[in-house]
Every structure is written in C-alpha cells, then in structure tokens.
C-alpha cells in the first residue's frame, strides 16, 4: 500500500501517519522528521534546511526529491509506505509520479486530512513531541500519563521551534499558496479521500480504517 497523507501543518498527519503505520505495518516516511533530525545532527543537508524551517518557509524541491528518491528504495518500504509531508508542491508531486514508475510502483490512495484553521494553531502551540521516539502529544487534547515525559521511553517532551503562533500562521499561508494546490492535482486522478480531522483521534482513525480496508 502506498498512501500519501495531505492536508494543512497539524491536521494530524504525523498522529494517524502513526496509527495507520502500526495497523497495516508499513513505514511512515515523514520528510519533516527526516530534515528535523538532518538539523540535530548537523549535517550538509540539515545546514542547508534549518533557515528555511525556521521560518515556516518550504525547503528547496531538488534538496526535497532527491532524499526521497533515496528512502523509498530501502528494504522496510518493500510493502508499501506512508508518505507524510511529501510532496508538497506541484514540482514534488510529479517527481514523485516519476519515481513510482521508474520502480514499478503504484500510488493507492491520497487522504486529505481537513481541520479549521484556529483550531490548527490551538493543535499546534500545544504539541510537545518526544526528541528520541517522535511520539506526539497535545498538552490538553492527548497529554502523556506524567507531566512532560513520554509514555513510550521516558523522554522529557519538547515544544518545537516552528510551533510559535507566528511560525505557525506562516506555514498556513505557504500550505495555501503551494500545497493546496495539489487537492486539485489528486482530485484528478480519483484517488483522494477527505477526511474529517476533527474529532476525537481513535474515531478518525477508525474512519480511515474503513477508507483504507
Ligand atoms: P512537517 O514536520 O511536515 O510539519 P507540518 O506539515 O507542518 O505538519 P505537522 O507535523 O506540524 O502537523 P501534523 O499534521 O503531522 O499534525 P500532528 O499529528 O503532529 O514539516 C516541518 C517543516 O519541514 C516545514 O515547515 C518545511 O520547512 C519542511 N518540510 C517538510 N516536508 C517538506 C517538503 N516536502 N518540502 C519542503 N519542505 C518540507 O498533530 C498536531 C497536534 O494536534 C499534536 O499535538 C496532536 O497531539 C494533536 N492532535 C492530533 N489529532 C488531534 C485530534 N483529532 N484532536 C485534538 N488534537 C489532535
């Protein structure tokens, strides 16, 4: 199964990207996680990307594709792979047609996660994300069992540099202006599915369950 997960910055394509990857045991590729971990190390790469998240601005296509390229080769995508964050705009979405049909592969299905703005930013100055697993939580709307620490491997949480409401109403605007267009993009192709992201989190994923079975 090869899915891509659309919508706006905290729709909650990272939480269900997690679910759905647990469920039907394939990998959640989120190029966020992938260029946020490039910056921790210090990296070429992650030199090149930190400005550029910094402000909530998008990093260049070629640098985007060309790490793509390079992921979905690797041994655990052999079933299929959710891509979370990618593409992004329109020079993405047809590089990525272009390397399915290079590897033979075939895209199923596009699920556009649709949440309203304000409650976008209330989701996202609250998140706290744990720096060594990548769990997501919600200060209010999914805390961890003990006050700022993991469930998972006991990590104290962190609030990430581009979750400022100023950061976070930039991303909004640049999701419109290159993003959004790509729901026009996978409307023609039938493969894209709404899907309500409002509501308590086990009964969107039960949601998309349903879609995806
Ligand atoms: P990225 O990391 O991809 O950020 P994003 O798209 O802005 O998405 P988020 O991770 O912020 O949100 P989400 O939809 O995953 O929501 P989540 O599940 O966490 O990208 C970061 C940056 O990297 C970009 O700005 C750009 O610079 C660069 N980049 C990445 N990909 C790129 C690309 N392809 N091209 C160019 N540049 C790229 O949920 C949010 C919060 O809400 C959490 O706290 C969660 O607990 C809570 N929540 C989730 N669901 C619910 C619910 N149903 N009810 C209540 N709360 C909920």
Not at 2 to 28: C, D, R, W, Y
């Amino acid at each position: 199964m090869i899915l891509i997960l659309l919508g706006a910055p905290g729709v909650g394509k990272g939480t269900q990207g997690q679910l759905i990857s647990k469920e039907f045991s394939i990998p959640q590729i989120s190029t966020g996680d992938i260029l946020r971990k490039e910056v921790k190390e210090e990296t070429e790469l992650g030199k090149k990307a930190k400005s550029y998240m910094d402000s909530g601005a998008l990093v260049p296509d070629d640098i985007i594709v060309g790490m793509m390229e390079k992921r979905i080769k690797e041994d655990d995508c052999k079933n299929g792979f959710i891509l979370d964050g990618f593409p992004r705009t329109t020079a993405q979405a047809e590089a990525l047609d272009e390397m399915l049909s290079k590897n033979g592969l075939n895209l199923d299905s596009v699920l556009l996660i649709d949440v309203p703005e304000e409650e976008i930013i209330e989701r996202l100055t609250g998140r706290r994300v744990c720096p060594n697993c990548g769990a997501v939580y919600h200060v209010k709307y999914n805390p961890p069992k003990n006050d700022n620490i993991c469930d998972k491997c006991s990590t104290q949480l962190i609030q990430r540099d581009d979750d400022t409401e100023s950061v976070v109403r930039n991303r909004l605007k640049v999701y419109q202006d290159s993003t959004a267009p790509l729901i026009e993009y996978y409307e023609k192709t039938n493969k894209l599915v709404k899907i309500d992201g409002m509501g308590d989190i086990n009964d969107i994923f039960a949601n998309i369950k349903e879609v995806l079975k």
